[in-house]
């Protein structure tokens, strides 16, 4: 599997999680749901006109902002991005 960005965006109570590629994006959520307590995500979502996919991932005492960046980090395919906050 080639390298694919994936780029995380911190919000207050979720990380918003945008993926490079539909199939990347489906096997990224597969694989993090198997590699750590995942409570909680939004289904994924596909922008095929735009070639990318998005979840996101809400935290809770087991998943924080730093863990996630650590496990995304440590996947070999990923290319992690992380975003500024946006300000509401």
Known sequence: MNKFQVAVSPQDNFCGVRVQGLENGRWLL???????????SDPLN????????????SYSSQVSLSLLQKILGAIPQVVLITERPKSV
């Not at 597969?30 to 909680?40: A, G, M, Q, T």
């Not at 596909?46 to 991932?57: A, I, L, M, Q």
């Open 30 to 40: 597969d694989h993090l749901s198997r590699v750590f307590i995942f409570k909680s």
């Open 46 to 57: 596909e922008d095929p006109g735009g070639g990318t996919s998005s979840f996101r991932v």
